[in-house]
């Protein structure tokens, strides 16, 4: 590039007449990274070398031929829900459940959260800063970590999965709802608020009809989520097609495995374009 400047007899601008070998910002970021991926390698144990690549065409192999046998039940004594297909019905009913508590328990604490409801008074303001905090330390908990304690305290099974999504969800579901209130249009408010209705009356006629396409909206987005959550659950205790997973993981089933995850995805997939088109509608 910088010849094409000296061949017009034009000025060469001052950051393409330096060489890779004389710029020493450039040569001070390149080094840089090289110490930081020499200390990340050295800190996390990492060699290429030591890794199996001989067995990995054999894992392979046998995830190409998935064993669709898994899909019902695997003996006399199982019924249809404890095959993969059944227990991907139970997760994606796993994720609609914890879905519907989040959003019964977030939906009210969400106008409490609205900083434009609940400014103008210490006592309301007090409310909507500790509301917000509780839906901050909800939602920064990851719901692995959640179901790990959900396990103990509900034993290890789909309760447990239940209850940890929708403890996380409320922080996030409430968020969203919480910021789609404060982005409200404040025509209508003022204009039901002239004609000397109370906090209720306001926020029943001026504000809950802004707010219904959005809600939904967030709410299919959530719902969404947690099905394509739901499986990894199942690895600590959470119960549905997780569980099964991982146990075919552990015994080197990897058939079996591979049967799984293309359910997983094909459940996932469904899940997306559906949600994808009622939020297409609600636009």
Not at 165 to 180: C, D, M, Q
């Amino acid at each position: 590039m910088a010849d094409y400047f000296r061949a017009r007899g034009l000025a060469v601008p001052p950051e393409l007449d330096r060489h890779w070998y004389t710029d020493w910002r450039r040569l001070i970021t390149v080094s840089t990274a090289l110490v930081v991926l020499g200390i990340g390698f050295q800190l996390t144990d990492f060699d290429p070398r030591h890794l199996q690549f001989d067995y990995a065409p054999k894992i392979l192999a046998q995830l190409a031929r998935p064993d669709v046998s898994v899909c019902g039940p695997q003996n006399e004594y199982e019924t249809w829900l404890d095959g993969a297909c059944g227990l991907m019905v139970v997760t994606i009913f796993l994720g609609i459940v914890a879905t519907l508590i989040a959003v019964v328990i977030a939906l009210p604490l969400s106008f409490l959260a609205a900083r434009n409801l609940m400014t103008g008074h210490p006592v309301t303001a007090a409310i909507y800063t500790l509301v917000r905090f509780v839906f901050t330390v909800m939602r920064s908990i990851d719901v692995l970590i959640v179901v790990i304690l959900a396990a103990v305290i509900f034993g290890i099974g789909t309760a447990a999965g239940i209850m940890a999504l929708a403890f996380h969800n409320v922080g996030v579901i409430g968020k969203l709802y919480s910021e789609a209130i404060e982005g409200i249009e404040t025509g209508p408010i003022e204009a039901i608020t002239a004609t000397g209705a109370n906090r209720l009356q306001v926020i029943w006629t001026a504000v809950v009809p802004q707010l219904v396409n959005p809600f939904i909206s967030f709410t299919i987005y959530r719902l969404d989520t947690n099905v394509r959550l739901a499986p990894i659950l199942g690895y600590v205790g959470g119960g549905g097609i997780g569980v099964m997973l991982f146990q075919n993981i552990q015994l080197l089933n990897y058939r079996a495995t591979s049967f799984i995850i293309l359910l997983i995805i094909a459940t996932v997939a469904v899940m997306d374009f559906l949600s994808a088109q009622v939020r297409k509608r609600l636009a």
